[in-house]
């Protein structure tokens, strides 16, 4: 680096001399000759300088740029600025016909070229580019030599190329008959002077022990691999005008050699002439000339350094041959001829060497010549793979990455891949990420856009090169085992291996499938050396670092690239522990210092970090090998049980990696990717391999059983989603995935999936149920329908032979009327008792009925038997044993929906084979029983409650199972059961507690509104004082208000927080208040509420309650921690946060249960006494991290409801997603709400939500929903007074057009009846505004309930119907629509009865 005076001096004399040309010869008539003369040998002297520092030879950016330090940058910014400068001298100097003018002019243009855009200087200057031409053809040396070194650089732009085609063409061949005859020349004067020892540097006796092995050498700071007193003790030259051989300018050629234009030597022309033809080589047109003119003689000339010794003109040359190597016929010529025996001359280090790195790569990107480099013989390859390896230590960055990109095509071949191994690249590739200064840098530090760009394409590469490196690996052991499975079973017949010159081809899902199931006992060298350079941390902080990256096109793909390699190495099980590990981040993450790596995958895989299609299918396929890891033991296992295998449950290795995959909620992501609609072009993909992963998952006991009480099995969505692909165009997808979906559901349930009737696992039940049932039926009716069969078809005889035989009756009681198409869809069992659906279908002989003759049999219309004829419908297709259970539609429109069915379930691929083979199979013929026996069987199907063991079946009456009954079971007309409670049973009989429940619990009465007039506030919180005299509500600004809940008036005003209040609680005894705010110090809060309202301790914590039995402790929680602290001292007791286990919810609250012994805070749960996390309950859901129930048996979590005692999931209840809870008192009763977390979430979710702007009241027993309550505002927060009589809730409203926001809170009398005739007038305005949009279904459901605005709507959606139904089902409550509206009528006094 030059010095501060060197670089002070140089640029004060380049700004007198751009003065000077401003004074006297742009304003002035003075010839600019030596002026320009001067500024040649500044800008020429400091070029030297700053090549002598050994940039990267690849380099061409503005010196500026690639070194802001260097004094050529600045002294180019100088003179580049002066746009009057460089428009005389590309335009004004060059139209005079001046020999001396024109010369200087052309130098100073050929040096100021590395800062100048020459395609934007040159873009107008057709004239002054022409000269160039004309100028290169003629006769004067240095005016030839500038003006072709000037279109080297004007050439590179291919639209300039492109308008001087014809002049291009008439160049090239001319420069290269040049070239050779001064080769010719210079061959001719080396035979007449040639010394023994002055090419000692390039000699190939001595070549290896200066420059082959630089292991002894260390590098100096100008990059050069000579030690630095060499540097200092160079010799001078001899009066003989020779050095001595050991002197640094004999071996300074071999590294750096200077860059020199003037004087114009023959090495400056050859160096100008071949830096023209190097973007010319690209060219397909001049080809020809390139074989014409013998271009490959000229290259191995300059490769030859016994006979030419210029580094710098040699790199030259190599340019040249990488650009003609760009075409395959080139390529392939020059292997042929030795091309690649000339590389192993050049010597090491040298920028040459650096140049080879380019021309390996062009050599490697196409198959054909990188399969004839893989035939020669293996010290050539070795050799060459030695330069290869020795690029990737080398100082420059791009023959770093020239030379990885080499690897990335070449490493597909064997051979190559073979020597790679042995002369252990995979550490020096390995070194070239893990050196990377973007992964080494700490925090803070920053890097030019150009050093980015350059670290992360360095990163880009060497993710590429790897994967192609483990990928080949597995193609070769994949191979093998197929080898030795082969020859296991068929010895005598030749195996096929993979040739070492042959890309090798195939599938790498299909290798990686084999491998995971095989490499259980194998030992992989490759994986094994990824775990010992602890690959997996390495790459898991590339891929976080990368991610995180803003602006960055190639994220994805350097990202895919990475964890395609991990999916490589995953099928290894020790890879697989390594991946259940904790990693530690790079320092760009301060607030996270380690995370689990599954946890990183599993990030990729879901859409919120990035979202990329191939992205998420690498990250899905690492989980697969993961979570479908087969269950045979690692080796080195010492578990062994003898006499059986062990199962998947039981093995500890693979227990530990589903735990791991659990532990980091990886069952949240699978389950939101089954139902991902975009990017549409790889949903379906995405689809398949989350289902994938989820089958391998569901072999764990645990995992199984909380599966199977997901609304994923239970509401049938995941037979919705195998209907139909999200793209039409993917059906090879949607088939892998409706056939792993169907291995879940099997694995889930227990059994194979039938086909429509299959759409829940309640269907799935039933199905078993019936599939298991004995079918006996009375063969006497069968034999007495043949009978008169027979008679009907006039076999009289037939008939007579088998009544005698067969004992049968002379007549018949009844007959059976045919069956309608309907019958095998609808039940047989009407509403009102036990009748066939039919109205003629059991009639005595002679009556007449519906006809049944069979189709094709013309009978007379006086024969009565043509009313008893059975007509079966047997079809050839396989699906039409199927039942459907749409009791009440039409036969034509069940026709409809069947063949909908059959073809979206067709997709089926393990119940289509089954049964097409069923049909198809002619061994199993069709006989008379098994017809009747799936008739019966399809009876039993239609049974609501199925039971296994059945009483003989009859073709006369019609088949049902018994429903079950209890006995004493409640009246659910509220009348009778008051009736029946007084005279000898509790609550009217069975289920009457909670008839009485869903009673009262859906009638909510407004009774007070209250609202901030005078200031305008807007209400955030509720709840009621200790006493139940006050109803206490926080406002937006931070005051706490109090109301009295009889006068309805504002009693006092206390200021709490400078910001929203979000939560307030009083104790139990009403003398200390717990207050939290959206932000703001403190954040939280605990008051006194004695005498005087006073703060008694300040908290740091974003939320705070009680303890909930003896309260003496405050729990607190910030973010993902907890805190409980002291109620007396304020001090902090204990913190609750584990990093391993958080589930960073957004609105994590921790709480106490009801003993004050557990704590759940983020969705683990906490032993109070130790302070030790007891368990992690699985995550579902990002926002709600859940609360006790007031029982303490269950932990509600969302939707999803925990046994405390056995950490099992009970069950999911969809209408509580996104909602807020609160119990009643007694706690029977829970009240939900969607709460809004902040204005974007109300945008977001209470838009989206059905339930966005009412409550809903639940049955804490069995969670049945019981009532919605549309309040027709967006609800804040409500809350329950101890004796459950009043329910505050406050509401908010946005007006849209004027973005005004008001809220009130209304206060509700629970268990009343709203008098329409007592509504206040501030109600009734209040409500009117809302019933412009929705008058009619508002008017129709106040008719049904006898009430007006703001009566109960129920609104309920069809899945909560279904719930309700089977709930109510099982629990004996035979509650139905005429039930609701026997309890309606009830309301009238003027009905009471006729309801009884």
């Known amino acids: 680096m030059p010095s501060s005076s060197n670089q002070i001096d140089a640029l004060a004399a380049t700004a007198a001399l751009m003065e000077r040309w401003n004074r006297e010869c742009y304003q002035g008539s003075a010839t600019p000759i030596d002026i320009l003369k001067s500024l040649c040998e500044i800008v020429e002297q400091q070029t030297e300088a700053y090549f002598k520092t050994d940039p990267d030879p690849f380099d061409d950016r503005h010196p500026g740029r690639a070194d802001p330090n260097c004094t050529l940058g600045h002294v180019l910014k100088m003179i580049l600025k002066n746009d009057d400068f460089i428009r005389s001298i590309s335009h004004t100097y060059l139209s005079r016909d001046q020999s001396d003018l024109n010369v200087i002019t052309c130098r100073v243009l050929l040096n100021l070229m590395p800062g100048l855009e020459a395609s934007a200087v040159f873009k107008d200057e057709t004239s002054s580019v022409n000269k160039f031409f004309r100028w290169a053809e003629g006769r004067n040396d240095q005016l030839k030599s500038y003006s072709i070194g000037i279109l080297s650089y004007i050439m590179e732009c291919q639209e300039n190329a492109s308008v001087y085609k014809e002049q291009n063409h008439k160049l090239v061949p001319i420069l290269m008959r040049q070239l050779h005859s001064i080769i010719d020349e210079r061959k001719k004067s080396s035979s007449k002077t040639n010394r023994p020892f002055s090419q000692f540097a390039s000699s190939s006796e001595n070549a290896g022990a200066v420059v082959m092995d630089t292991g002894d050498i260390q590098t100096n700071t100008h990059g050069s691999a000579l030690p630095d007193h060499v540097l200092a003790d160079s010799t001078s030259k001899g009066a003989g005008g020779e050095f001595s051989n050991s002197s640094w300018q004999e071996m300074e050629p071999l590294y750096i050699q200077s860059y020199q234009i003037y004087p114009v030597t023959p090495e400056v022309q050859q160096r100008l002439i071949l830096s023209y033809l190097t973007p010319m080589g690209e060219y397909q047109e001049l080809l020809p000339e390139v074989f014409q003119n013998r271009a490959m003689d000229i290259v191995f000339h300059y490769l030859d350094y016994q006979k030419n010794c210029d580094v710098r003109l040699g790199f030259a040359a190599v340019r040249y041959l990488a650009s003609l190597l760009c075409h395959k016929k080139f390529g392939i010529e020059f292997i042929n001829n030795g091309g690649l025996g000339k590389f192993l001359s050049v010597p090491r280090p040298s920028l040459a060497a650096t140049g080879l790195s380019l021309s390996l790569y062009y050599l490697a990107f196409f198959e054909d010549t990188m399969e004839r480099v893989c035939m020669q013989s293996t010290e050539l390859l070795t050799e060459l793979l030695n330069i290869i390896l020795w690029l990737l230590e080398c100082s420059h960055q791009s023959g770093r990455m020239h030379a990885v990109m080499f690897l990335s095509n070449a490493l597909a071949f064997k051979a190559v891949l073979t020597i790679f191994d042995e002369m252990d690249g995979l550490r020096k590739l390995y070194n070239v990420l893990s050196t990377s200064q973007l992964l080494n840098c700490e925090a803070g530090t920053e890097f030019t856009d150009d050093q980015m760009y350059v670290f992360r394409q360095g990163i880009r590469h060497v993710a590429f090169a790897l994967k192609k490196y483990y990928e080949s690996h597995a193609c070769i052991m994949a191979d093998t085992i197929r080898q030795s499975v082969v020859a296991h079973h068929d010895r005598d017949s030749p195996s096929a291996e993979l040739s070492p010159y042959k890309i090798m081809k195939s599938s790498v899902a299909e290798d990686l499938a084999l491998l995971l199931e095989c490499m259980q006992k194998k030992y992989w060298k490759p994986a094994i050396l990824f775990k010992n350079l602890n690959g997996v941390e390495l790459f898991l902080k590339a891929i976080t670092l990368i991610a995180d990256m803003p602006a960055y096109n190639g994220k994805a793909e350097s990202v895919r690239w990475l964890l395609d390699t991990l999916a490589v190495c995953s099928v290894y099980p020790q890879i697989q522990l390594e991946l259940c590990k904790t990693v530690d981040l790079p320092d760009h993450f301060p607030d996270r210092l380690s995370s689990p790596a599954i946890s990183i995958i599993l990030a990729m895989a879901d859409t919120d970090i990035l979202c990329d299609a191939e992205v998420q299918k690498s990250a899905l396929n690492i989980i697969i090998n993961l979570v479908c890891a087969p269950s045979d033991k690692p080796p080195g296992s010492s578990v062994h049980r003898r006499g059986r295998s062990n199962s998947a449950t039981q093995s500890p290795f693979l227990q530990s990696l589903w735990d791991a995959f659990r532990q980091n909620n990886g069952i949240m992501v699978l389950l939101k990717l089954l139902g991902i609609q975009a990017p549409l072009t790889g949903a379906d993909a995405i689809r398949a391999l989350a289902c994938q992963a989820l089958v391998g998952l569901s072999r764990s006991d645990g995992m199984c059983q909380i599966m199977s009480k997901l609304p994923l099995f239970n509401n049938g969505q995941l037979q919705v989603l195998m209907k139909e692909p999200v793209l039409q165009d993917k059906r090879y997808e949607q088939l892998k995935f409706c ?17 429509a009737t299959d759409t829940s696992l309640e269907h799935i039940r039933k199905a078993e149920v019936v599939a298991q049932t004995k079918i006996i039926y009375k063969e006497k ?26 004992n049968l009756p002379v007549k018949s009681c009844l007959v059976v009327a045919p069956p309608t198409t309907s019958q095998f869809f609808e039940s047989p069992v009407s509403q009102h008792g036990l009748q066939l659906s039919s ?20 009978l007379s219309k006086s024969t009565p038997i043509s009313q008893s004829s059975l007509r079966f419908h047997i079809k050839s297709s396989p699906f039409t044993s199927q039942i459907y259970d749409s009791p009440r539609v039409s036969g034509s429109a069940k026709h409809l929906r069947a063949k909908q069915d059959i073809r979206s379930l067709s997709c089926n691929i393990s119940a289509k084979k089954t049964t097409l083979s069923a049909v198809t199979d002619p061994s199993e013929s069709m006989n008379l029983d098994k017809i009747i026996t799936s008739y019966f069987r399809k009876q039993h199907a239609l049974c609501k409650n199925p039971v296994v063991t059945c009483p003989p079946f009859s073709l006369y009456e019609p088949h049902v199972c018994p429903e079950p009954a209890r006995k004493n079971v409640a009246p659910a007309n509220l009348t009778a059961r008051v009736l029946k409670h007084q005279a000898h049973q509790n ?12 009673y009262k619990y859906s009638r909510f009465k407004p009774i007070k509104t209250y609202k901030d007039v005078e200031k305008g506030s807007l209400y955030t919180c509720c709840t009621f004082s200790a006493c139940e005299q006050w109803l206490m ?3 937006d600004s931070g005051d706490l208000k109090l109301y009295n809940v009889q006068a309805g008036e ?33 954040q939280s809060a605990l008051w006194s509420m004695d005498n005087f309202f006073d703060q008694k301790t300040g908290f740091e914590v974003q939320y705070m309650e009680f303890s909930k039995s003896v309260q003496d402790r405050i729990v607190g929680t910030s973010e993902s921690k907890a805190y409980i602290y002291d109620v007396a001292t304020g001090d902090t007791i204990m913190t609750l946060y ?6 960073n919810y957004i609105r994590n609250q921790a709480t106490f249960n009801c003993t004050d012994d557990l704590i759940l805070s983020d969705g683990v749960l906490w032993d109070v006494m130790s302070g030790k996390a007891v368990h992690k309950f699985d995550k579902f859901n990002p926002s709600v991290s859940g609360l006790f129930h007031p029982l303490g048996l269950e932990v509600i979590i969302n939707s999803e409801i925990w046994d405390l005692r056995t950490f099992k999931l009970l069950h999911t209840v969809p209408a509580l997603n996104q909602c807020q809870i609160k119990f009643s008192h007694d706690s029977s009763v829970l009240y939900g709400a969607v709460i809004p977390f902040d204005d974007e979430e109300e945008d977001g979710i209470n838009r989206r939500n059905l339930y966005g702007s009412s409550f809903r009241t639940f049955d804490a027993r069995n969670y049945n929903c019981l009532a919605t309550i549309d309040a027709k505002r967006s609800i804040s927060d409500l809350c329950t007074d101890k004796f459950d009589i009043l329910l505050a809730v406050v509401e908010s409203h946005k007006d849209t057009d004027t973005l005004v926001e008001d809220s009130q809170c209304r206060l509700y009398e629970i268990g009343a009846i709203k008098d329409a005739e007592g509504m206040t007038q501030e109600e009734d305005d209040d409500e009117g505004e809302h019933d412009d949009d929705d008058d009619d279904e508002d008017d129709e459901v106040e008719d049904d309930m006898g009430g007006s605005d703001g009566e109960i709507i129920d609104i309920v959606d069809e899945v909560d119907a279904d719930d309700d139904e089977t709930d109510d089902a099982e629990n004996g409550n035979s509650s139905t629509d005429d039930d609701e509206e026997f309890e309606n009528i009830f309301i009238n006094a003027s009905d009471l009865s006729d309801s009884d």
């Open 1138 to 1143: 584990d990093e391993n286990k958080a589930n």
């Open 1033 to 1035: 509500l926080g406002t």
């Open 987 to 998: 609550y009217g009989g069975y289920d009457g507690v909670a008839m009485n429940r869903k």
């Open 839 to 858: 109205p003629g279908a059991m009639k005595p002989i002679g009556t007449p009925g519906t006809p049944g003759s069979s189709a094709g049999t013309s």
């Open 781 to 806: 009716e069968l034999l007495q329908l043949i009978h008169d069969h027979l008679q009907q078809k006039g076999l009289d005889k037939a008939a007579a032979a088998l009544q005698k035989e067969a």
């Open 739 to 755: 056939k792993y979906a169907s291995q879940l559901i099997e694995q889930v349930c227990g059994r194979p999936q039938n086909l």
């Open 1050 to 1082: 504002e009693a006092e005003t206390y200021n709490c927080h400078n910001s929203a209040i979000t939560h307030a609680e009083p104790s139990q005894d009403g003398l200390l208040l717990l207050t939290s705010s959206a932000w703001g110090i403190p």
